[in-house]
């Protein structure tokens, strides 16, 4: 009954005969009684008593004429069709609204765990190089090499350990994992400087680890770039050379300390709100495939659109919440703040949020099992979204079909407001076009979820 309750109309059916049709309340007016169900009781107990059983085994059945009432005067039928679409849906969210809040751990997965994941990303993802351990064998022990080396020394990228006795120590120490590298000065590095020769230096880098190697030896490059520099200025004909006539100095337009969480936070706010959304979305559906409780849907008059927009909605609201929360989370404790329009990344974040829930629904429609469900949903949004939106990798730098899936996923064209609020302080005009995409996004995954979704699957 209640489950009738909230349906448009229904029949009342006893031993296979119709006694009464109409919608609820008027069912419930006819008879004067308090609920459906004593209507119901009323209508059996008319069935069985005398003079009603001619009618019974006749089959008749008492339609229930509708309530006069001023809005059925006139065309009003669009209207009304579209408050009970408006309803239906409504119906849905708010029973799919009452299921979360009763499974207090999927409530708290869905909250929490973006959380926990941010602050992993801020703090465990680095691609700061700092404190690169080193050492020194000078073979030359002169002032012109203890001046080389006090670029390394005096600097915050670089740590100085015990110094080496011989090119054995060297592979030693770099094998065992003591030293990032090694610096070799040779016999007569001062003698031949002075006399304007070009004396060579050996660095021994460890390139077990390919990113830091590389980022060391810029470093390396960096720090000996900038003692020829003082050296050409000091002593200008020391190389026969002039003094310099053009001084290079790159500076960071964005980003100025170069520090990684910067570049991380926008990133993973694109990725945690698409992955936990999507999977949530699509956990709801396939959940009620395998419990059965979806086939309340077969008999009820909303269509697949209202039933997938009815479940789609708690999990946008949710994810609402979880954008605020990251928000939060970024600017207070991990001390990233958008520079640009908040308004911008908000409005964003809601179509990206539209669009993450609808792909989950889509999602919904190829799997019929709850394991099915986040596996799938959790491998297709965190492959697309970590490697084809320009999160790890420039997305001017995809070509080819990467280029392709980057494009055709709504996480490359967030990222780039997010990273574009963040760091490059930009307002809501520069992104008209993410925003369209992104809600073309919203609307295309759910209309191919309600094309994949038939009455009877759903």
């Known amino acids: 009954m209640n489950e009738a309750e909230r349906c448009d109309r ?65 065309p009003t039928t669009p209207h009304r069709s579209r408050l009970a679409s408006v309803r239906r ?60 080396l006090d670029q390394f020394s005096n600097s ?16 030693r120490r770099l094998r065992a994992g003591e030293l990032k590298f090694a610096v070799d000065i040779p016999p007569g590095f001062g003698r031949d400087l002075l006399q304007g020769r070009r004396p060579e230096v050996g660095f021994w880098l460890d390139g077990g680890n390919t990113f830091p190697a590389e980022t060391a030896r810029a470093y390396i490059l960096g720090s000996v770039r900038t003692y020829a520099g003082e050296l050409a200025r000091a ?77 789609q909605l708690p999990y946008v609201a949710i994810g609402i919440l979880s954008y605020l929360s990251l928000l939060a989370f970024a600017g207070g404790v991990l001390g990233v703040v958008p520079k640009g329009s908040v308004l911008a990344l908000s409005l964003a974040a809601l179509l990206y949020i539209f669009a993450a829930t609808a792909f989950g629904l889509l999602v919904s429609a190829f799997v019929s099992t709850q394991v099915a469900a986040i ?29 392709i899936m980057g494009l055709s996923f709504p996480a490359l064209w967030f990222q780039t407001i997010s990273l574009g609020v963040f760091a490059k302080g930009l307002d809501i005009a520069a992104f008209s076009q993410e925003l369209v995409v992104l809600a073309g996004f919203a609307v295309a995954f759910l209309l191919l979820a309600r094309l994949l979704i038939s009455k009877q699957e759903a």
Do not use: C
């Not at 490697?387 to 420039?394: A, E, K, R, T, V």
């Open 375 to 403: 596996f799938g949903t959790a491998i297709l949004t965190a492959m697309t979204a970590a490697h084809y939106s320009g999160f790890l990798i420039p997305a001017s730098s995809l070509e080819g079909p990467g280029r």
């Open 235 to 311: 002593s200008p004909n020391a190389n026969g050379l002039g003094a310099e006539t053009l001084r290079v100095e790159p500076r960071f337009r964005y980003n100025q300390d170069f520090r990684s969480v910067f570049a991380i936070t926008p990133g993973s706010l694109m990725m945690l709100l698409i992955i936990f959304p999507a999977m949530l979305t699509a956990l709801g559906v396939v959940r009620e495939k395998e419990m059965g409780s979806i086939a309340n849907v077969y008999a009820s008059p909303a269509t697949v659109g209202e039933y997938l927009l009815g479940k």
């Open 10 to 74: 229904i029949s009342l059916m006893h031993a296979g005969r119709v006694l009464a049709v109409g919608t609820p309340h008027e069912l419930q007016v006819a008879r004067g009684a308090e609920s459906l169900e004593d209507a119901f009781i009323a209508y059996l107990e008319d069935t069985t008593a005398t003079g009603s059983e001619e009618q019974a085994v006749n089959g008749a059945i008492a339609f229930v004429e509708p309530a006069s009432s001023p809005l059925e005067d006139g």
């Open 156 to 171: 915050r990228y670089f740590v100085e350990q015990a110094r080496l006795d011989d090119e054995i120590e060297i592979d």
């Open 89 to 148: 849906i409504w119906t849905f969210a708010r029973r799919e609204a009452l299921e979360l809040s009763r499974d207090r751990i999927r409530l708290a997965f869905a909250l929490i765990g973006p959380l926990l994941l941010m602050a992993a990303f801020g703090y465990g993802i680095s691609f700061d190089i700092e404190g690169l351990r080193y050492a020194v064998l000078d073979r030359d022990q002169s002032p012109e090499s203890r001046a080389f």
